[in-house]
């Protein structure tokens, strides 16, 4: 059984950095995506980082050039380093994995609706942006 277990988060000024880690435990099938995916209160989930099994990664345009996915697969860890927040970004960040049939960082953005239900996730972990 796979399971994903996110830390890292915590409080940090406008302006600040994080670096977020999600340890998974067990194998899943590549093809694969990963993905990091936030939700803030009274607001809908939003996909913003994926990465595919082959190192290709995409982001949604909120987070362009401020947030990095990355995977080391000797550790099985995925992490995201977030430079640059601000108050937008205060949210419970999850981390995600699921076999698919593609690949591709973007393509893996564009499926997470079709696949969220059948995904690995963890629990969650709190980043508050502060001014």
């Known amino acids: 059984q796979v399971q994903l277990v996110e830390s890292g988060g915590g409080s940090v000024q406008t302006g600040g950095s994080l670096r977020l880690s999600c340890a998974i435990s067990g194998s899943i099938a590549r093809p694969y995506c990963m993905y990091w995916f936030r939700q803030a209160p009274g607001k809908a989930r939003e996909e913003f980082a994926a990465?595919?099994?082959?190192?290709?990664?995409g982001y949604a345009a909120s987070v362009k050039g401020r947030f990095t996915i990355s995977y080391d697969n000797a550790k099985n860890t995925l992490y995201l380093q977030m430079n640059s927040l601000n108050s937008e970004d205060t949210a419970m960040y999850y981390c995600?994995?699921?076999?698919?049939?593609?690949?591709?960082?973007?393509?893996?953005?564009?499926?997470?609706?079709?696949?969220?239900?059948?995904?690995?996730r963890g629990q969650g972990t709190q980043v508050t942006v502060s001014s």
């Open positions: 990465i595919d099994g082959y190192g290709s990664t």
């Open positions: 995600a994995a699921a076999s698919v049939a593609g690949s591709g960082g973007r393509w893996c953005l564009s499926v997470l609706d079709s696949v969220f239900d059948i995904a690995n």
